[in-house]
């Protein structure tokens, strides 16, 4: 009895503070229909579903990228010296082995980055 008598005291004192703000401030009523709006035509699965696809598309494009810099690094050995010599500056000391390791890898396998991101970017393309 008592929530009954609790909710029968709050409609009697009138309108929320919201829909007080609401009624005399127009763009907060704007924005809370928008948001309402959003909410009401699945809004969040949109920008999602536009999140997914946009990371879809952008991971091949990022390793064809990085193919193609790393076929460019392998082909000319003084500017990939110059470039590993300036990491290796603003690495901790005895890093630069690692560096080394590490830098020779992702040259190795640059074909196979550059092929595998070409197919991934075809397949993504495929349905639009």
């Given at each position: 009895?008592h929530r009954?008598?609790?909710?029968?005291?709050?409609?009697?004192?009138g309108?929320?503070?919201?829909?007080?703000?609401r009624?005399?401030?127009?763009?907060?009523?704007?924005?809370v229909?928008a948001?309402?709006?959003?909410?009401?035509?699945?809004?969040?699965?949109?920008?999602?579903?536009?999140?997914y696809?946009?990371l879809?598309?952008?991971v091949?494009?990022?390793?064809?990228a990085?193919?193609?810099?790393?076929?460019?690094?392998?082909s000319?050995?003084?500017?990939?010296?110059q470039?590993?010599?300036?990491?290796?500056?603003?690495?901790?000391?005895?890093l630069?082995?690692?560096?080394n390791?590490?830098?020779?890898q992702?040259?190795?396998s640059?074909?196979?980055?550059?092929?595998?991101?070409?197919?991934?970017?075809?397949?993504?393309?495929?349905?639009?």
């Open positions: 009895m009954a008598g609790r909710a029968i005291s709050e409609q009697s004192k309108p929320s503070l919201l829909t007080r703000f009624s005399r401030h127009s763009w907060l009523d704007h924005l229909r948001g309402e709006r959003y909410s009401e035509t699945h809004g969040t699965h949109y920008a999602a579903a536009i999140t696809f946009s879809l598309a952008l091949p494009l990022v390793m064809v990085f193919a193609s810099v790393a076929l460019v690094l392998h000319n050995p003084d500017l990939l010296a470039l590993k010599d300036e990491i290796g500056r603003a690495l901790p000391a005895g630069n082995q690692t560096l390791t590490v830098v020779e992702a040259i190795a640059a074909t196979t980055v550059g092929v595998f991101g070409m197919v991934f970017a075809l397949v993504a393309g495929w349905g639009g």
